[in-house]
T-cell receptor, first 111, second 112 residues
């Protein structure tokens, strides 16, 4: 069975304190790995798609990387506005285009 | 584009009543997804459509749930009869060619 596991469940950071979130996956064949950001009371907001091991994507203070077993979302010098829940999801070749989500990591950045 | 539009934003209903959630996808998108989010189970796919045709409904919890997509710009998710355990946030999302999905703001359903 396809599994997506995110860690840690929660992360509290001081403003400027860089850190990384992990998304490990066990799937029969990866079509793509997606990162989303979700703010309270809102729908998930797309951040990145990664398709192959070694691929990296960057957006402002966020950088996503992918290996054959896991993905990392690095937050560099975070600001309070980076506080959110970050969700990882996979598309599996055999399952067509649906997304299977992890439970998420809730990041809180204190000023 | 205004993004994916869902209505209502909040719905409170009594057990046994019929509930209909509505979604307008982004114009030009050919995939539409219905997800449910709870604290216990996270985000779960219920059903998805490609070009208005249901492709995978294996996530629909039981026969009380049904979804339709009569045209490219409208979809509904219906629960009849509703039960307290259906309380959750329901999201609609759309994508072009199965690429990144864009989510609506969700409908928070409370069944009392």
């Amino acid at each position: 069975e396809d599994q997506v596991t995110q860690s840690p469940e929660a992360l509290r950071l001081q403003e400027g304190e860089s850190s990384s979130l992990n998304c490990s996956y066990t799937v029969s064949g990866l079509r793509g790995l997606f990162w989303y950001r979700q703010d309270p009371g809102k729908g998930p907001e797309f951040l990145f798609t990664l398709y192959s091991a070694g691929e990296e994507k960057e957006k402002e203070r966020l950088k996503a990387t992918l290996t054959k077993k896991e993905s990392f979302l690095h937050i560099t010098a975070p600001k309070p506005e980076d506080s959110a829940t970050y969700l990882c999801a996979v598309q599996v070749r055999s399952n067509d285009y649906k997304l299977s989500f992890g439970a998420g990591t809730t990041v809180t950045v204190r000023a | 584009d205004a993004g994916v539009i869902q209505s209502p934003r909040h719905e409170v209903t009594e057990m046994g009543q019929e509930v209909t959630l509505r979604c307008k996808p982004i114009s030009g998108h050919d995939y539409l997804f219905w997800y449910r989010q709870t604290m216990m189970r996270g985000l779960e796919l219920l059903i998805y459509f490609n070009n208005n045709v249901p492709i995978d409904d294996s996530g629909m919890p039981e026969d009380r749930f049904s979804a339709k997509m009569p045209n490219a710009s409208f979809s509904t998710l219906k629960i009849q009869p509703s039960e307290p355990r259906d309380s959750a946030v329901y999201f609609c999302a759309s994508s072009y060619s199965g690429l990144q999905a864009f989510f609506g703001q969700g409908t928070r359903l409370t069944v009392v």
